[in-house]
Every structure is written in C-alpha cells, then in structure tokens.
C-alpha cells in the first residue's frame, strides 16, 4: 500500500512537474513575442525577423548551421553614440595630462601643449599627424595590463557632455535587444570596429555581453619582454599591424574569425567592404546600416540629404544610395526606434 | 474510463521515459568515470584531472569562471605527429608540380629544380631561404578560397610515408580525450600553432572539434579586391603579419584570444613562452609538455637525454631542466600513453 501511494505521490509530482514547464513555457513565449520591443514595427525590424527565421528554423530551405552563424557589428556610430568624437579619441585627448605629469618635458611640446590648453576651437583643429601622435603617446609604451588598469578606471569616472553619463550607457537600446536576439538564435555576435581592439576588449563584455575574443579591432603590436620581477609581460607598440577599417574590415575578419558573416551591421563608409563582403557570401545575408536621422534623441548626420554633415562618421548620399542598389537595408533611428537609450523615460 | 486508460497510458509513459533518462545519466556517469582511457594513471594523468577539479568546482577556493577557462595547444608534435617533417611542409613540397604545371618557368630555377627532382637527401638540404622561398609560392598569390580548396584536396588524397594514412588521422588519441574532457568542463580549446593559421583552419573544426576562430597561427596578409566578376576576394600575401612561434604565440594569444590561459600545453622551445606567460598568471595554471621517447609508437626526439636529436623540433636537455625547474608537467609518450592513434587495435 505505501509503495503505491508513494508511487501515486510520485506520478502525481511528475505530472504537476509537467504542467509546470508547460506554463514556464508559454510564459517564456509570451515573454519571446517581442524579441525587439525598442523597434517599431517597420520594414527594419521585420527584416530582422524574417532573416533570423530564414536561416534558423529547421525546416527552411535556407537554414544556416549554428556554426556558420556569425554576425558582425561595426561600434562607433553602430552601437553607441561616437558623436561629437569616438570615445577612444576622448580618452586620448583625457590622458594627455596625465602623460605630461608623467614626462614633464612634453609640457610645451606640441600638439600635447594645445590639447592642455583646453582650447576646443584649436583642439578641433589638430591635424591627423598630430592625432597619430597622440594616440600613439597614450595608448602605446605601456605593459597590456598597466593600459587595462588607466582605461578601467577612466571609464568609470568620465562622463561624456550631452548626457552627463558614462560613456559605456550610450549604447542603443535596439541594438543591444538585436544582440540578446541573435545569440538567443544560435550566432555569434562579433564587434568589427575601427577603434582599437586592446581599448574595445576592456568593456565589450560587461557592456555588450561580447567577450575580447570576439572583438576585432584595429591592432597594434606588442612584445614580449619580462619585467624588472622576471615576470612576463606584453608591451604595447605603436606599430599599426591591422588598420581595421574599410577593406581592413574583411581582412580582419579573414584573420580573426576564419568565416564569412551572415549579417553585418555598420554606419559609415568604413564598413562598405564589410558589408558589401558578407552580402556577396550564399543564401540569405542581411547588410544593415544605421542611420542617424534623429538630431532631438542623438544627432543627424546622414546621408547628407537634407541633414547637416559633420567631420567625423559622415554618411554621404551615394553612400546611401550604394546601400539601396546593393540591397543593404537603412535603419532610421528616429522613424525605426522607439527608444533610443536604456536610460531613457 | 477512456480517458482513464489515456492518463494511465501517459503516467505509464512519463515513468518509462524517466526510468529511461535515468539509465542513460547512469550509463554516461560510468562513461563518465574514466573521461581520459588512454592515458595511463601516472603524474601526467592526475595532474590534469587534479587541475580541472580544482578550477571547476564550484567549491573550490580556485574556482575560474567559464569565460575565463582558456586551454591553448600547440599543433605539431603535441597534437598530431610532426616528424620527419611538420605536415604543412609536406603540403608545400607536394604542391610543387602543380606549380610548375601552372608556370612552366619555374621548372628548372631553384629550388623548384631541386624538389621536382626527387632526391630526398637534396631536398633535405635546402636552405632556410629555399623553404621560404617554396612556402610563398604555394602559400600565397591565389584567393583565400582557391587555398582552401587546393588544401582540401590534398587532405583527402595524401597519405604519410609511415603509417600510410590520411595525415588528419595522425592525431593522439589521449590529446583528442583531453581536448574533449576540457570542452565537457567549459573550457574554450584554441589551437596556437607556428603553422599557417589558413592551412590548419581548412581542418581543425572536423579533426579536433576546434573551429577556424578558434585557431591562432603564423598569420600571412590578405588583400581585400574584386575578381572579373566584380566579386570581392581575399588574396593571399607573402607579407608575414605574425610568425607565431616562441614570444609570437603570446602575441598571438593576445591578439586573437584577449586572455590569458589556464592551461597550455606544447613540444618545443618554440612554445616556452606560452607555457611561462600561461604558469605566471595568477591561481592554478597548467603547462604541459609532450614528450617524444616512443620510438616505437612513434618517435624519440627529445630531450637529448639518452635519446637520439633530429634536426625539426628537437628539445633539448637544458629545455627539459627548463621544464622541471619551472613546475611543467611533462607528458611521457611511452610512458603515460596506452595508446597513441585511435586506429591502434
């Protein structure tokens, strides 16, 4: 008698587990309706939606094996604001202080001399000789974890102008739901950015859940060397090995992935060769391109259409046009997204 | 009372389903117990078992998180067999024919003249600037895809001079156990090899379940172009971005991985400084070196102690001391292998 109610209990333990799960499940769906609620419902979105179906349910002609599903994402100007500089370039320009505190004989040696005086007008009208030089004063000559321990703690104190926050807040919001939904889906999510991929790696993890193995960057040397301990140690170079912008990207995503993308998303005519590359591989390949429409929530700076063009991530109207012809869809931040930022009301 | 009979037939089935699952869970734990059969139960064997239960554990005070759980592995001669020469070598002389087939000049200007002749002792005298010269001419100047495919082809047509296999089945069976029980514990297997990161991609996925992105090598330049069709390509420059041997492989890591490893494992003096950057990190760290003394099974090269020296991949004494001294763990061939090759009966 007692194994049958015991056998009992557990058929019965058994069966509410099951209807339990049933329930997880359907909340679970409920929940997976709107993968992407920051997106409005337009031909951005469903593009999304029936790519991520075309290649990931089983019984499509189209289905892409886990493996193969790569996706690359551009940053600056992709994933987070890179207006009215890309962020790596305000660390820079942030470090020169401490640089010269450290070397006091660049104190009046330019162009650090100018960058200290604080003058915008002039700062803005530094050459690119002189910003080479300073990037290579701040981001070179240093040990890999002496540049993690300045950059980790710049991060955490520096605010940017606009939104008086830190800069790591200023991802978009859809995108970040387009990352969560394309690993929910079996890819891999890759950063392909112009920035440098030491600087990249620091933060991609915690701020978009993509670890430094899947940040391609730009990429400068470093040498292996041991320090006054005996310890090993990297020290970074300023000799430029991957220029990670234009035909660079697809180099660079030969080299470090070893597989064409599936999707790419990118804004500027840095990722024309990326794009143009993953959209030329078999099946379906989805090339988006963000623009930035919506000068009230972020900026508008492309295509030149009717929008005011600035110096920096310029989207020119052939551009846009090149994007239209090869099939690429256009993202419009201000007609595409209902929200822009996380923190936002 | 149908329904009766239904419900019945349910709970009956639920319960054959979980008697099922739970005699397979059984059947896999006592699969489970021995994840590593070919390897003989001596230092070799429990340091590697001691050192996996000591990062996985959740209760242990050296605990890693699983992105954190990195094991590199060098290819020839720790993975797969590399003597009398590594197998990309090979692929390289073999190729020779087919390029001179191609370009009708080369066949009597050196050294092609010399590997087309056949004389062994010959080719086995060719100078370091010969071999290069060889490796540039049937390692670079086609499409990243013509590469692959010529490889491919070769792969399943060549067979070693020894055993008279494929070359893909000159793996070690305990190291394809090892890279699978470090897998089965979270950790992310990368391959980080001197050899060309392009040939040993072409393979890796299907002969040790690690995927090209996974492969860290000797990195050749691409060129991004358009074909006659206007198609983008990737083709193959003689331009050497990264030789990644000795201090390279920690290059390497740095560069295409971002981490430092828990575990490494390799052969020669060219892999001390992987096994040194690894063991100085902080918490438990593994280095692991194979030793080649079965000259039976498969060869004896190293160190020189009582064994012969060949002229590729030699080890040496002061290397071995080097090991011992550093708290390497050294993996003896003869000794801590039950088997080498999975096609040993």
């Known amino acids: ?3 049958i109610l015991r056998r009992r209990e557990f058929l019965v333990n058994t069966v509410g587990i099951a ?6 499940s359907m909340a679970a769906f409920a929940q997976a309706a709107d993968p992407l609620p920051s997106w409005n419902n337009g031909p951005a979105k469903q593009a999304i939606l029936h790519f991520v179906a075309q290649t990931t349910e089983k019984s499509s002609p189209d289905y892409v094996q886990p493996q193969e599903r790569i996706a690359t994402f551009d940053q600056d100007g992709t994933l987070w604001v890179e207006q009215p500089l890309p962020t790596q370039a305000i660390y820079c320009l942030d470090r020169v202080p401490a640089l010269v505190a450290a070397k006091p004989e660049l104190k009046n ?13 002039a700062i803005a009208n530094l050459s690119v000789k002189d910003l080479e030089q300073i990037l290579a004063a701040t981001l ?7 540049f993690q321990s300045e950059v980790t703690s710049w991060l955490a104190s520096a605010r940017d102008a ?3 926050r830190p800069y790591t807040q200023l991802t978009y919001q859809p995108m970040q739901e387009l990352l969560r939904y394309l690993r929910a889906n079996g890819f891999t999510t890759y950063i392909v950015t112009g920035g440098g991929q030491d600087f990249v790696r620091i933060f991609s993890e915690q701020t978009y859940g993509i670890p430094p193995q899947q940040v391609v960057g730009s990429i400068g040397g470093v040498t292996f060397t041991h320090d006054a301990n005996g310890k090993p140690v990297l020290i970074k170079d300023p000799k430029l090995m991957l220029n990670n912008n234009g035909p660079g990207k697809v180099e660079g995503i030969h080299m470090m ?6 999707a790419a998303f990118g804004n500027t005519p840095g ?8 959209r030329a591989g078999n099946g379906p390949r989805l090339a988006m391109l963000v ?9 508008a700076y492309g295509p030149a259409r009717g929008l005011p063009t600035v110096k920096l991530g310029a989207f020119p109207q052939d551009y846009y046009d090149l994007a239209i012809k090869s099939g690429w869809v256009v993202i419009s931040m201000k007609n595409d997204w209902n929200r822009v930022f996380a923190f936002e009301k």
């Open 19 to 24: 209807i339990v799960t049933a329930l997880a």
């Open 140 to 146: 070179t000559g240093m040990t890999t974890d002496q």
């Open 271 to 278: 990722d024309q060769q990326m794009l143009e590359y993953t």
């Open 1 to 3: 008698m007692r194994s």
């Open 109 to 121: 040696v330019e162009p650090f001399k100018t960058v200290l005086s604080g003058d915008r007008a």
């Open 257 to 262: 992935i070893g597989r064409r993308p599936y």
């Open 291 to 299: 623009l930035h429409d919506d000068a009230v929530r972020e900026y």
């Open 162 to 164: 606009r939104w008086h």
